[in-house]
Nanobody, 120 residues
Framework: QVQLVESGGGLVQAGGSLRLSCAASGTIISINAMGWYRQAPGKQRELVASITSGGSTNFADSVKGRFTISRDNAKNTVYLQMNSLKPEDTAVYYC??????????????WGQGTQVTVSS
C-alpha cells in the first residue's frame, strides 16, 4: 500500500504564508511527478503546481510568482510554499504523485486533502 499524508493547511490572513507538506509512504520503488491540486467549493479540481523527479516545475498562472514547489527525494516528500496568499486561494489542497511500487506498474495516488482558508 501507498499513502500520501498532507499537513500544513490552516487559516491565514490575506498576504500571509503557509507551507504544505506531503509525505509518501509504503513499498515505494520510485516516485515520478509529484504535485498539488486544489478544489474550491463549487469548482473543479485544478492543478496548482507540479515537479518532476528531476526538479522541473510547472505552475498555474494564478500562483506564479507567489507559490514555489520543491521535493526531498530522500524523504519522498513534496512541499508547497505559498506566499502572498489571497482569499481566492481558499480551497482544499490535494497532493498527487505518480508512484511505482514493488511488483506493480506506475500508478497515480491522491492524498486526503488539507484545507487552506485565506481571510480578507
Amino acid at each position: 500500500q501507498v499513502q500520501l499524508v498532507e499537513s500544513g493547511g490552516g487559516l491565514v490572513q490575506a498576504g500571509g504564508s503557509l507551507r504544505l507538506s506531503c509525505a509518501a509512504s509504503g513499498t515505494i520503488i520510485s516516485i515520478n511527478a509529484m504535485g498539488w491540486y486544489r478544489q474550491a467549493p463549487g469548482k473543479q479540481r485544478e492543478l496548482v503546481a507540479s515537479i518532476t523527479s528531476g526538479g522541473s516545475t510547472n505552475f498555474a498562472d494564478s500562483v506564479k510568482g507567489r507559490f514555489t514547489i520543491s521535493r526531498d527525494n530522500a524523504k519522498n516528500t513534496v512541499y508547497l510554499q505559498m506566499n502572498s496568499l489571497k482569499p481566492e486561494d481558499t480551497a482544499v489542497y490535494y497532493c498527487n504523485a505518480d508512484i511505482t511500487r514493488a511488483g506493480y506498474l506506475n500508478r497515480n495516488y491522491w492524498g486526503q486533502g488539507t484545507q487552506v482558508t485565506v481571510s480578507s
